[in-house]
């Protein structure tokens, strides 16, 4: 994994200053969506062996909420970007 | 060829020459009532007890590596049956007596250790957990000790009692548990199952599952197309890319978990020690050298290797119980790939596809399920009916809402 993140806001910093809260590709479901879709977003995971984005919490800095596009066989970091404006981005 | 103290003495007055390989290294045929994918522990397992127990012995294990290469090379060795759900008790219950006869059952030294495993409490909380857990553990008539203090500093002197955050004031042992020799476990599975007939196809890696009419009808190779009746997956850290082939979606993560070996030393620690302040757990292997590890590293890969912030973060928290550990030089450190599930508890069951059963979830705790782990595979693939001890390790639970959350972390899989 690499040591080092570059956090939108907060500049270089070491990995250790994250929590990784998980998958971010998933999109949560409406409240009245089927159990099946909930499961499904609760519990089952694409988990790939290559490039997967994750919502990365910098909870000793910003606070913020991140999502990080990396490799999961290298560990290479390809961007580091903020959760909202990911979300934002997403949307439109 | 069966060991005994008499084939050992023939076969040294001839020069040691004349001993066989332990299992054939035979091509494929072109069709097996039984494929396991994965020659790892469980896989072997699995095929050992498919062929002996329960008479299928029309068996390939297929393995992309070399035997024993995945992680049941690269574990800690630990067994125990110290769990508390009552989903799990049973089952790691019967797998701690599969692994009490195992030597006679293999005719094969597994070197299988019962030294104690002690799980030290730090606070009058804690230690109210470990009561409960131990109660738990009698209820299933599995039998736990509470240590306090004063006898647990006559058992193991050198612990660091009297720290500040973490003071030392007792522990649950577990006197049957211990460790086992891995590498041996994957031999003696893999020897047995040869000599019930089942192929062992080393570096032979599973590219795709072939279906028609909604069963499985065989695997694509890289030594070509291979048929089955039924098809059993133990992929352990890559379940969720061999189910992708059969289009299954699992709720697994895959992450890497460090364990660390230390020069040798002579015999100091006489138990499995495990910290109660982080997760940190040590035990000293026959050669001397300190086997231990902690924690995943905490995101999800598929390298089997880690990251150097998590082997400092384990060695303070060992210095931190043992702090004479400081002064030992770490030799080697390596990384295995977890299938971590998302209540932290395995998967043995059924699919969507009849004929295509799955064997997975285990975390970082696959090591002591071994026996128990292919036995009950075994049992489900030879007669399609879950084993009793099993029955909570289902891959609906979670839909169902009968998660078996040990750490009561809910489903996040990197804090299992």
Known sequence: MASLIT???????????????????????????????????????????????????????CRRFLVVERDTVTHEVYSVVDGTAAAREARR | MRYSAFSIVRNALSGNLNWKPQWRQPQPKSHYDVIIVGGGGHGLSTAYYLAKEFGVKNVAVLEKGYLGSGNVGRNTTIVRSNYMLPGNEPFYEFSMKLWEGLEQDLNYNVMLSQRGVIMLYHSDAQ???????????????????????????KMIPFLNYDHARYPILGGLLQRRAGTARHDAVAWGYARGADQHGVDIIEHCEVTGIRRENGVVTGVETSNGFIGCGKLALAAAGNSSRVGEMADLKLPLESHVLQAFVTEGLKPCIDHVIVYGGGHFYISQSDKGGLVFGAEIDGYSSYAQRGNLATAEHVMEEGVSMIPGLSRVRVLRAWGGVMDMSMDGSPIIDRTSIDNLYLNCGWCYGGFKATPASGYCFAHLIARNDTHPVARALRLDRFARGYAVDEAGAGPQPNLH
């Open chain 1, 7 to 61: 956090c939108p806001h907060c500049g270089v910093r070491p990995k250790e200053e994250f929590a990784i809260r998980g998958d971010a590709s998933l999109i949560r479901p409406a409240p009245s969506a089927s159990d099946e879709a909930w499961h499904d977003y609760v519990y089952v995971r694409a988990n790939p062996r290559g490039r997967t984005v994750e919502h990365w919490h910098h909870i000793a800095g």
């Open chain 2, 127 to 153: 230690r109210d957990a470990y009561v409960r857990r131990g109660n738990a553990m009698w209820m299933e008539g599995v039998e736990a000790e509470l240590i306090e203090r004063d006898q647990l500093k």
